[in-house]
C-alpha cells in the first residue's frame, strides 16, 4: 500500500522543465533559499553551489555549505550534462550514477530558480543573492505549488 501512495504522490507533480536554457547564463553561483530535507544536506547553512562550463561542453558543480552540528565547511565536486529536455541535466556526484536536475522555472533574467528531480522527494529554490524579496519567494513557492510540491515541506536555508 505505501508503495500505491508513492505512486499516486509521484504522478501528482508536474515535472515538467523550461523550454529553453542559456547555458552560459546558467553558469556562475547559485544560493540555496530553500530545500526539501534530505541526509546529504541535513544541518546544512550557508549552501551554494557553482557551476562552471568546460570547454567539452561539460558543467563542474560545486556544492559547498557550512554543517551547523559539525561545524566544518562541506564541499562536494560533481559534474553535469545535459539531459533529455533543454531544462534538465543530469548531475553525478558518485562516480557515473547520475540524477536528474531539472530547472521547472526560471527567472527572465536568470535571479532564481526552482529544480527538482525524478524523485517527488527533492525540491530547491536557488537565487543569485544569498536572499530573495518576500514577493519572489511567495510567487516561487506558489509555482512549485501549483506543480503539486508540499511547500510546506521547505526549509528555509540560513546564510
Given at each position: 500500500?505505501?508503495a500505491t501512495g508513492c505512486s499516486a ?82 548531475v553525478s556526484f558518485f562516480w557515473f ?63
Amino acid at each position: 500500500m505505501a508503495a500505491t501512495g508513492c505512486s499516486a504522490q509521484r504522478s501528482s507533480i508536474d515535472r515538467t522543465t523550461v523550454a529553453s536554457l542559456d547555458v552560459k547564463r546558467y553558469m556562475g553561483t547559485w544560493y540555496e533559499i530553500a530545500r526539501y530535507d534530505h541526509s546529504f544536506e541535513r544541518n546544512m547553512e550557508r549552501c551554494k553551489a557553482q557551476y562552471t562550463l568546460l570547454p567539452d561542453g561539460k558543467i563542474v558543480v560545486e556544492n559547498s555549505g557550512y554543517n551547523s552540528r559539525t561545524g566544518r565547511y562541506k564541499t562536494s565536486v560533481g559534474k553535469a550534462k545535459a539531459g533529455e529536455s533543454a531544462g534538465q541535466l543530469r548531475v553525478s556526484f558518485f562516480w557515473f550514477f547520475y540524477s536528474d536536475y531539472n530547472i521547472l522555472a526560471l527567472d527572465d533574467n536568470y535571479d532564481w530558480a526552482l529544480i527538482g528531480s525524478r524523485s517527488p522527494k527533492y525540491l530547491w529554490i536557488l537565487a543569485r543573492t544569498p536572499s530573495l524579496p518576500q514577493e519572489t519567494t511567495e510567487h516561487i513557492t506558489a509555482i512549485a505549488k501549483e506543480r503539486g510540491y508540499d511547500t510546506s515541506k521547505l526549509i528555509w536555508v540560513k546564510q
